[in-house]
């Protein structure tokens, strides 16, 4: 813990993070997650323009959400031990250094030089710069932040911090479109969010001091970012508690980890096959640079309704665990219903949209139920069990979900359905009943 060390114990008990570099630590965020999502507006552009099935497209992608999820809980305690700013420039290393290879294994196998298969492979080993390293950056934010801010205003700026991530997953998808320029093409959005990455990295050298904390302060582990999927705000950490092991099994955590898990891989399945429907649906498989921007403008207003329900809804109409859980999986429901009929780009945004207004409840529903259901010195235990059950739905489900699309849109679209239809079932006769405030 930074807590612990010499320089901790030593610095004045006065916070030293002025706006100016709140907002550089805000804008390595939100590049990170625009930059995930605007991959996910091209891609299945760019795996038809190969002639690749689409599910490796989709396992290609989600192969770093496996890294990500392996290796940011080892990156949140390195933080700790080699410093804050060093862990966040690694991880714009692994992102920028991801993006550039990335780009580059697709601009070959779009120019010809590469097949499809070898141009996926390479584009598959690329994409692991940025689950292993670029992991290492959210966390190492966090810890900063924290470690700069008194307890009184820490819960702001962390929650500032965490919404940053949110709004990256409706900046990348808005972006995607408008970075694909003649002569790159598809392309485009990796160089441009390359280039971006390195200008963030060379800003962090020159503008961020080196680790001087002046409080205790530890970063959260933070799911790989997919657009309409926003992490949880940190959960404030308490140096002086005793951490207690804690168990999957857990009967007190139980019913919100099932229900974590019936709604996260729905989630995932939506978000993974919902490019290739807008193709699909537009009839753009034989021209499939043309449904980047389709495809951008769905996951935008999907990102966009998440935000609606995290940031509006749940505060606004006071909505507890339970009720946000039942109530979300209903609209998930009520979402994929309409993806399922949708046949214009219209009706595949509004699908989208409710699905991902629903979902945007769910999790932050079984993510406060699980907290509430520990006492306080097991609430990090708690929160990095959902962390891994957040990113774990990301790891097989959208390669489960576009394979068995691929073979029959129903009986995806009923799969999706089903899962949220069994959370209701699940929750209504399991979930704890909501305390009044």
Not at 315 to 320: A, E, I
Request: glycine letters at 14%; one cysteine or more.
């Amino acid at each position: 813990m930074a807590g612990s060390s010499p320089d901790a114990r030593a610095a004045p008990l006065t916070a030293s993070l002025p706006p100016g570099r709140l907002a550089l630590l805000f804008a390595v965020m939100l590049v990170t997650a625009a930059g995930n999502t605007a991959m996910q507006s091209v891609m299945p552009s760019i795996g038809t323009s190969l002639g690749v099935a689409d599910v490796w497209i989709s396992l290609a992608y989600t192969w770093s959400a496996l890294l990500w999820m392996l290796c940011a809980p080892f990156w949140a305690r390195r933080s700790d031990q080699r410093g804050r700013k060093a862990m966040m420039a690694l991880g714009l290393v692994g992102f920028a250094a991801s993006f550039t290879l990335c780009g580059t294994a697709l601009w070959l196998g779009l120019s010809g030089w590469m097949g499809g298969l070898a141009t996926l492979l390479a584009f598959a080993a690329a994409r692991s710069l940025y689950g292993g390293f670029g992991s290492a950056a959210p966390p190492a934010v966090q810890a900063y932040v924290a470690s700069r801010t008194e307890r009184a205003e820490r819960t702001g700026k962390m929650a500032l911090i965490s919404s940053s991530f949110g709004l990256g997953t409706v900046v990348g998808p808005a972006l995607a479109p408008l970075m694909i320029v003649p002569g790159l093409g598809l392309v485009g959005p990796f160089v441009a969010f390359a280039l971006i990455g390195f200008a963030m990295l060379a800003a962090l050298r020159l503008r961020l001091p080196d680790d001087t904390p002046a409080f205790p302060g530890h970063g959260d582990v933070t799911a790989a970012p997919f657009a309409g999927s926003l992490p949880a705000p940190p959960v404030e950490d308490d140096a002086a508690a005793p951490h207690e092991r804690l168990a999957w099994r857990d009967r007190r955590l139980r019913p919100w980890l099932v229900c974590g898990l019936l709604g996260g891989h729905a989630q995932a399945m939506v978000l993974g096959l919902v490019g290739f429907l807008v193709l699909d649906r537009l009839g753009l498989r034989h021209a499939p640079a043309g449904g980047a921007g389709p495809t951008g403008l769905v996951l935008m207003a999907g990102a966009l309704a998440t935000l609606l329900a995290q940031w509006g809804l749940i505060p606004m109409l006071g909505m507890g665990p339970r009720a946000s859980c039942l109530w979300g999986a209903a609209a998930g429901a009520a979402g994929v219903a309409i993806l399922a009929l949708a046949g214009d780009l219209h009706a595949i945004a509004l699908g989208l949209a409710v699905a991902s207004l629903g979902f945007g409840l769910v999790r932050p529903g079984f993510t406060a139920g699980s907290s509430l259901a520990v006492g306080r010195a097991q609430q990090g235990e708690a929160a990095g069990i959902v962390a891994s059950l957040n990113g774990a739905a990301y790891i097989v489900a959208p390669a489960i979900g576009v394979w068995i699309y691929g073979r029959d849109p129903w009986v995806v679209f009923a799969l999706i359905a089903g899962l949220c239809v069994a959370l209701v079932a699940y929750g209504w006769r399991h979930l704890p009943p909501d305390v009044a405030a």
